[in-house]
T-cell receptor
Framework: GAVVSQHPSWVICKSGTSVKIECRSL??????MFWYRQFPKQSLMLMAT?????????EQGVEKDKFLINHASLTLSTLTVTSAHPEDSSFYIC???????????????FGPGTRLTVT | QKEVEQDPGPLSVPEGAIVSLNCTYS??????FMWYRQYSRKGPELLMY????GNKEDGRFTAQVDKSSKYISLFIRDSQPSDSATYLC???????????FGGGTRVLVKP
């Protein structure tokens, strides 16, 4: 159980275009999903917290107009990188927090990641 | 000072040895502790999570938490080449809050 998928796993786009990445919880409902970015040989950097049905909360220094997050259902969140530039090339990973009755859960399960290369 | 410190390694051990990993944190408000394993170009995989001080065992993995010292550890017994990966500690202040990750320790288990 607790499987999270991401699509696409790898994408190459030209500078100035937009790219959408999907994150799905396959066998559980996730009221909260998180989006991370990871550069080579570095740890995960939280970009934003996405709650189903409400606006995402962005971390300091992350441009909300550039990284658009939509969490329209309990199993799907999307990250759109708008007007991508080469410096946006990175490994983007989502995670989903397991929703539990009676209170919040602290277990987060991660997707396999999406490698974005902007040329 | 970073909220969570973790030795980046690499930590190289022979097959069958015990792998010892640790993280220190600075804020006593952190209450929940997790260890993730990440293979190259893959998403992190949850290995262990714990709330209280003490030991928690799951197969070859043992997680230790010492809240008084703000120190957490992960031990891997009978290490295998397939354990070669980057191990990340993650902590959070309350259930459901965002995770704060350590920098990760790269582990190499040599056959």
């Amino acid at each position: 159980g607790a499987v999270v998928s991401q699509h696409p796993s790898w994408v190459i786009c030209k500078s100035g275009t937009s790219v959408k990445i999907e994150c799905r919880s396959l066998d559980f409902q996730a009221t909260t999903m998180f989006w991370y970015r990871q550069f080579p040989k570095q740890s995960l950097m939280l970009m934003a917290t996405s709650n189903e049905g409400s606006k995402a909360t962005y971390e300091q220094g992350v441009e909300k107009d550039k990284f658009l997050i939509n969490h329209a259902s309990l199993t799907l969140s999307t990250l759109t990188v708008t007007s991508a530039h080469p410096e946006d090339s990175s490994f983007y990973i989502c995670s989903a927090r397991v929703s539990s009755d009676g209170g919040a859960s602290y277990e987060q399960y991660f997707g396999p990641g999406t490698r974005l290369t902007v040329t | 000072q970073k909220e969570v410190e973790q030795d980046p390694g690499p930590l190289s051990v022979p097959e069958g040895a015990i792998v010892s990993l640790n993280c220190t944190y600075s804020n006593s408000a952190f209450q929940y502790f997790m260890w993730y394993r990440q293979y190259s170009r893959k998403g992190p995989e949850l290995l262990m999570y714990t709330y209280s001080s003490g030991n928690k065992e799951d197969g070859r993995f043992t997680a230790q938490v010492d809240k008084s010292s703000k120190y957490i550890s992960l031990f891997i017994r009978d290490s295998q080449p397939s354990d070669s990966a980057t191990y990340l500690c993650a902590i959070t202040k309350a259930a459901g809050n965002k995770l704060t990750f350590g920098g990760g320790t790269r582990v190499l288990v040599k056959p």
